[in-house]
């Protein structure tokens, strides 16, 4: 019977992670995004604040719990994680227990948040630390903007591309990038 129930939560958890995990008291923003993979610590989702505007890249894991104590202290450590408004957190990155990511804030690609990361700054890196003001960063890419090839949603997946349009697109990312909507 244990493990039916357990099948079942699991299935359901599977189909729509975000309701069951809010279910058992994760609190989620509005304007959430969630790309495949993600994993939010269903063993204490109570424990997890997520702002709004906040998107999870590829197979991002947020922890709350770290067992490593349990077998020689009969214990686990957990602690809260709290996310602020308008964070982007890129792909396979892991966010630890006890961890603050502050409002306007932008977590590079396989980072490792293991502290706090202040308002308005992008992160990165194992552990992450803080590499620049958001407004710097941003500064530069819309630089690049103005100088690199832009796509419109024709040039996308769900914009339905064509073989023609991917062989276009290709041709005019001479400097290696552009920018898609």
Known sequence: MRELLAWVLAKYHRRDPVAWLVKQGLVVGHNFAMLEDVFIDPSHPWHIVIGNDVTL???VQILVHDASTKRHLGRTRIGKV???DKVFVGA???IL???????DVIIGAGS????D?????VAAGNPA????PLSEFLERRSAEVASSPNFGIEYTIRGNITEQRKDEMNAM?????GYVV
């Open 129 to 132: 630390r803080v590499l620049c």
């Open 117 to 121: 990361i202040p308002v308005g700054v």
């Open 82 to 84: 709290v996310i602020g």
């Open 92 to 94: 396979s990155s892991i």
């Open 97 to 103: 227990p006890g961890v603050t990511i502050g409002s």
């Open 57 to 59: 890249g590829p197979r």
């Open 173 to 177: 990312m001479k400097n290696r990038f």
């Open 112 to 115: 490792i948040v293991t502290r």
